[in-house]
């Protein structure tokens, strides 16, 4: 279902028919928080394989501050309550709609460029959750050619670990795919919709659908 909505958005758009994208993402979080003192404060926290993936790491960050702002989170290096540690992945594969007979079994998951940054913990889900990919479709066009089927697999994540007791307090992570290579604009929303709720997030995993004005 998730696909065929992704499929028929990108049909109304190209035909003119949409003023909107909905980015549909499923999430899932773990929170050992009841409430967040007003005013909570944090810093990032990075792993030595974000040390140096910049300028990329920086991008996500400030992605992901402006989804924890927003949740009531402000980030303040001097005097943190709480480290976040934020990642995200990109895939690109072949449409699941792409013609199998044009373009053989050559194609498959994992296909296309991408850049390992930080690391995902146990598969769960439908299967890509794993070893971190932020690659090829980062600030691209909003639609890769027709002729070349793509799909793009996305995930981000974002851990809250309290700095006097060294525990993990809140984890979630949100994962979407679908035809548009805008990854630097969905990925901005994905924070938002993984942060969903905070810090009371219902359990299990739930469809966060976050409307998104297009990119000219």
Do not use: H
């Amino acid at each position: 279902m998730q696909r065929l909505l992704a499929v028929l958005i990108l049909i109304a758009s190209l035909s003119g028919c949409a003023s909107t994208w909905v980015v549909d993402s499923n999430v899932r979080s773990y929170s050992k928080l009841d409430a967040v003192p007003a005013g909570a404060t944090y810093r990032f926290e990075r792993l030595p394989s974000q040390q140096a993936a910049e300028p990329q790491q920086s991008q996500l960050e400030s992605m992901a501050g402006a989804a924890l702002a927003r949740v009531g989170l402000q980030k303040d290096d001097a005097r943190p309550v709480y480290t976040a540690q934020v990642t995200a992945r990109v895939a690109a594969t072949l449409s699941p709609w792409a013609d199998p007979w044009l373009y053989g079994p050559g194609w498959g998951p994992g296909w296309g460029p991408g850049y390992g940054y930080g690391y995902y913990g146990p598969r769960y889900g439908r299967g890509w959750y794993g070893g971190g990919w932020y690659g090829g479709g980062w600030y691209g066009s909003a639609f890769f050619p027709p002729a070349a089927n793509p799909w793009y697999e996305r995930e981000v994540g974002v851990v809250l670990r309290d700095l006097k007791s060294g525990q993990v307090v809140y984890e979630t992570r949100a994962r979407n795919d679908g035809p548009y290579a805008s990854s630097g604009v969905i990925l901005a929303v994905m924070f938002d919709a993984a942060l969903q709720g905070f810090p009371n997030a219902p359990p299990g995993e739930r469809l966060v659908n976050i409307p998104l004005q297009p990119r000219p």
